[in-house]
T-cell receptor
C-alpha cells in the first residue's frame, strides 16, 4: 500500500520559477527519500533525509522534513525545462521495500 | 555507485504467452530484491519481495502463480509473467538494497525498468 500523498498531483510552472512539492506519510520513519522519474523511464535518486534532520540541500534542491507533522517538502529552485518529470517521495530503509507516494507531475514551460 | 540492470528494457508479447524479466545487481550481492509495478500516470506499487534461496513473498492481490519469481543467485532475480494479458501491460521495476555498503546507507538501487506491452 502507499504510504501517503504528494501534493499537488500536478504542477505547471514557467522556467526560472521555483517548484514546491509536498509529501505526507503515515507511519514512523527512519528516513525519507525523493526520486525523479522522467516519462517512461526509471527512477533517479535525488536526496535522502534522515529522521533526525530537518533540512537538506543538494544543488538546486532543498528538502525539509517535519516528523511531527509526518510531512516533507521538495523545493526546486530556478526550475528548468529539463526538470519536467514526476517526483515521488518514498519511505523505507535497509532491507525493506520502499513505499512510494502518489507523485507530483511537474511541467516546466520554457 | 551500485548498479542494477534489467533486461529487456521493453517487450511486446501476444496475449497468452509468458515473458521473463531479469534483474541483476552488477557490482554487489543482493540477497533481497524487490519487484514493483507501475501503471501509466500512477506510482510504483510493490508486487513481491524476492529472496535468494527461498520463496518470494507476494503482496496482497498479486497472484503468485501468475508472477513467478526466482532468485537464482546473489546477483540475479527473474520475474516471469505467465499467460500474459493486456491488463498486465505495465512498467516493471526492480530494486536491490546493498547491505554491504556504508553503515547507515539506506539507499536502494533501482533498475531502469521494463516496459511490457501485451497485445
Amino acid at each position: 500500500s502507499q504510504q501517503g500523498e504528494e501534493d499537488p498531483q500536478a504542477l505547471s510552472i514557467q522556467e526560472g520559477e521555483n517548484a514546491t512539492m509536498n509529501c505526507s506519510y503515515k507511519t514512523s520513519i527512519n528516513n525519507l527519500q525523493w526520486y525523479r522519474q522522467n516519462s517512461g523511464r526509471g527512477l533517479v535518486h535525488l536526496i535522502l533525509i534522515r529522521s533526525n534532520e530537518r533540512e537538506k540541500h543538494s544543488g538546486r534542491l532543498r528538502v525539509t522534513l517535519d516528523t511531527s507533522k509526518k510531512s516533507s517538502s521538495l523545493l526546486i529552485t530556478a526550475s528548468r525545462a529539463a526538470d519536467t518529470a514526476s517526483y515521488f517521495c518514498a519511505t523505507g530503509s535497509g532491507n525493506t521495500p520502499l513505499v512510494f507516494g502518489k507523485g507530483t507531475r511537474l511541467s516546466v514551460i520554457a | 555507485g551500485a548498479v542494477v540492470s534489467q533486461h529487456p528494457s521493453w517487450v511486446i508479447c501476444k496475449s497468452g504467452t509468458s515473458v521473463k524479466i531479469e534483474c541483476r545487481s552488477l557490482d554487489f550481492q543482493a540477497t533481497t530484491m524487490f519487484w514493483y509495478r507501475q501503471f501509466p500516470k500512477q506510482s510504483l506499487m510493490l508486487m513481491a519481495t524476492s529472496n535468494e534461496g527461498s520463496k518470494a513473498t507476494y503482496e496482497q492481490g498479486v497472484e503468485k502463480d501468475k508472477f513467478l519469481i526466482n532468485h537464482a543467485s546473489l546477483t540475479l532475480s527473474t520475474l516471469t509473467v505467465t499467460s500474459a494479458h493486456p491488463e498486465d501491460s505495465s512498467f516493471y521495476i526492480c530494486s536491490a538494497p546493498n547491505l554491504a555498503g556504508l553503515v547507515g546507507s539506506y539507499e536502494q538501487y533501482f533498475g531502469p525498468g521494463t516496459r511490457l506491452t501485451v497485445t
